[in-house]
């Protein structure tokens, strides 16, 4: 799933939508990172959950 | 009376109290030994003496007047730079901050300590804006390593370690988002604490990642950090994410020992993907507690995946506007991450905050058989600084993200965790183990600890000049 990732393409739209400059010795890095991303996307997207499941950040005992 | 660079927090707070020795001539000591040994190993980016003398001078009249003013009085101690501190811009390790305004006030937990009778002595390197593991930092330098300054201290509260690694403080505070306690704890041989997520007030602190940050102590031992956790616990109006409870002390608890405590090996994902001295450290640990069994935590791999989207989408959403308009001024290695991570979908930000959650529902099953689990820390001993790579499992991985593999899980969970330093005889540097309880029972894991430290399994020397 993450192999068919064309990460200049994202860079390009997203640097021109969220007017962020990215300068071309930025660029390698920022691809790495999102490639990275992807993969970490891929792990949690698996996990499956209910529609009713929360994102409540509430930690007690 | 007195006491050098390896006295604890503890030991300090009963000279002091007894009057064996002044407040002051405990803070001209650290004095010194920041002035001697600062210079080479990069710990502090502000000493505030004056401040500091003050301070004392004040506390020994309040002594000498027959006041007692607290368990931690005349304590040195110090913060990591992103704890905003009177006078001072909150720097959070960044070129940017530097143009801030100074402070106006102190941070919650500083005033704390201080109302237990500690002694701010300074500010901390640390690596820029949190998003690191290596205690490097492109504009200050890299806090070095005390037990071999090659090395790394580790991130991002990089300053923290090598402070009181050096006995330059016996106590500091620091951050923990993804595991900068524990890395810096790991690989400088200390004993550091990242309690429950919401147990511990943020206020007045620059922020990283609203979701998972924690604030926390480390010290070279374990009643040390029972003694500042207890003296900072408690609801705050300036951190919207801390509880509104309190729970009691701790320290009392530490003479409770291990009985009745049921210890486990966190197995699978926490048995590989690092160098056998992790592992040998988490079963030397367990062998000396009696420990055998092991226990799996679900969907551990998938908690750090969804802690690593987390804090690229908020930290990004963080310093967008900075982005924008000083990108140049960032350090490269954390501004290539933060465009990054303000590129990813929404859909995959808000799916592994429900990962986060269910991970911390599926551990509260795995608590109900269990007290205290046992994990590695880091996945090796310090790198050198600027290594890029290490060899794990016969893949070349890159350092920066992968020293806070065993970390993240946890804090991705908001689980209180100890980390106590393991030494092997030969080796110069330690490796940390990772010391986890329930939420909310730090009593648990620091009990564990100091059973540890009694032993000897685990222990904090000052690394030697």
Partial sequence: MSGDFDADRLIDAMSELLALPVSPDCRQGIALHLRVARTMADSVLAVELPDEAEPAPVFTP | MTL???????????????????????????????????????????????????????????????????????????????????????????????????????ATLIERLEAAGAILVGALNMGEYAYDFTGENAHDGPSRN????????????????????????????????????????????????????????????FPFVASLDHLGPMARSVADLAAAFDAMAGADPLDPACARRDDGTTAPKLALGISGLRIRIAGDYFRHGGHPEAFAA??????????????????????????????MSEGAALHHVRLRDRLDDFDPDVRDRLVA????????????????????????????KADVLLAPATPCRAPRIGQKTMLIDG?????????????????????????????????????????????WREDHCMRVAAELQQRGIASAPVAPE
């Fill in chain 2, 395 to 439: 893949r070349e991985m890159p350092v920066r993200p992968n020293l806070g593999v065993f970390t993240q899980p946890i804090s991705c969970g908001g689980l209180p965790v100890v980390a106590v330093p393991v030494w092997t005889e030969g080796e110069a540097l330690p490796i940390g183990v990772q010391v986890i309880a329930a939420p």
């Fill in chain 2, 282 to 311: 988490v079963d030397r640990v367990a062998d000396a507690l009696g420990v055998t069994e092991t226990v799996t935590l679900p969907l551990a791999a998938e908690a750090r995946a969804a802690a690593y989207l987390i804090t």
């Fill in chain 2, 4 to 106: 050098g660079p390896a006295a604890t927090a503890s030991e300090i707070a009963a000279a002091v109290r007894r009057r064996q020795v002044t407040a002051r001539a405990v803070l001209e000591a650290c004095l010194v030994t920041i002035e001697r040994r600062n210079p080479t190993l990069n710990a502090f980016t502000a000493v505030l003496a004056a401040r500091a003398r003050a301070r004392a001078d004040a506390l020994d009249a309040a002594i000498a007047g027959g006041a007692d003013p607290g368990l931690l009085v005349g304590v040195p101690f110090a913060v990591k730079n992103l704890f905003d501190v009177t006078g001072l811009p909150t720097l959070a390790g960044s070129k940017i901050n530097r143009s801030r305004a100074p402070a106006t006030r102190d």
């Fill in chain 2, 146 to 205: 005390p037990h071999a300054p090659a090395h790394m201290s580790g991130g991002s509260s990089g300053g923290s370690g090598t402070a009181v690694a050096s006995g330059m403080v016996p106590l500091a505070l620091a951050s923990d988002t993804n595991g900068s306690i524990r890395v810096p704890s790991s690989l400088c041989g200390l004993f550091g604490l990242k309690p429950t997520y919401g147990r511990l007030s943020r206020g007045g602190t």
């Fill in chain 2, 341 to 368: 991570g303000a590129m990813i979908p929404a859909s995959w930000v808000a799916k592994a905050q429900k990962v986060r959650r269910t991970f911390h529902d599926q551990m509260l099953a795995v608590f109900e």
